[in-house]
């Protein structure tokens, strides 16, 4: 049992906990050329076993409180090590090899005005319906409830919440200009029209 800070069982107790941390090092030192030939094995690059290499050794010191004394070190390292390569190799799966940019280049993303515009005009046509409406029409249309459940959470008939999404709909449909609900989002993809061939 370790005494007070100071007293001689302290200071003998330090050493032995250097001395552990010494020996685990020591071990893992002795390690590395086994490492590096494993690494080398995964990678068949010597830049990259070097790296590997050292990734997992920077894992196994952060973590050497974890490694359990008497078990096989050598084998816990191999597994860091072999763990770090397949992240590393699922990472490099995802990315694209583009060191001068012509991929990048080739990326464009298409306009987002006519969609915040079009959101805008529905938000402003939400805001002029009455209450109950926009509420009914919102949790059937928007938070995918039944109508049952609607006029459970509105506390009223199913034929009213029935009524109200409709009105809801039919008004929002007015304010927004529009005869059917794709069209109020004109400009965008159109059906394409029917075509007699004779």
């Not at 409830?145 to 007015?174: D, H």
Request: proline letters at 4%; hydrophobic letters at 45%.
């Amino acid at each position: 049992m370790m005494g007070p800070p100071g007293t001689a069982e302290d200071e003998a107790a330090v050493p032995s906990k250097v001395g552990k941390v010494l020996n685990w090092r020591d071990s893992v030192v002795q390690l590395i050329p086994a490492l590096r030939a494993f690494a080398w094995s995964l990678s068949h690059n010597s830049s990259d076993a070097d790296d590997l290499v050292q990734d997992t050794l920077i894992k196994a010191w952060t973590n050497r409180d974890k490694f359990e004394p008497g078990t096989n070190l050598r084998a816990w390292l191999f597994t860091i090590l072999r763990n770090t390569y397949y992240t590393a190799a699922v990472r490099r799966r995802r990315e694209v090899r583009d060191e001068t940019g012509k991929y990048a280049a080739t990326l464009s993303t298409g306009p987002t005005q006519d969609w915040s515009l079009a959101i805008r005009a529905l938000q402003a046509a939400l805001a002029q319906l009455p209450d109950e409406h926009r509420e009914a029409l919102i949790l059937v249309g928007a938070a995918g409830l039944t109508y049952e459940e609607a006029a459970e959470v509105c506390g009223c008939a199913l034929g009213t919440i029935k009524s109200r999404v409709n009105r809801a709909r039919a008004r929002l449909l007015k304010l927004m200009e529009a005869d059917e609900a794709m069209d109020t989002f004109a400009g965008e993809i159109r059906a394409p029209e029917a075509v007699d061939i004779d």
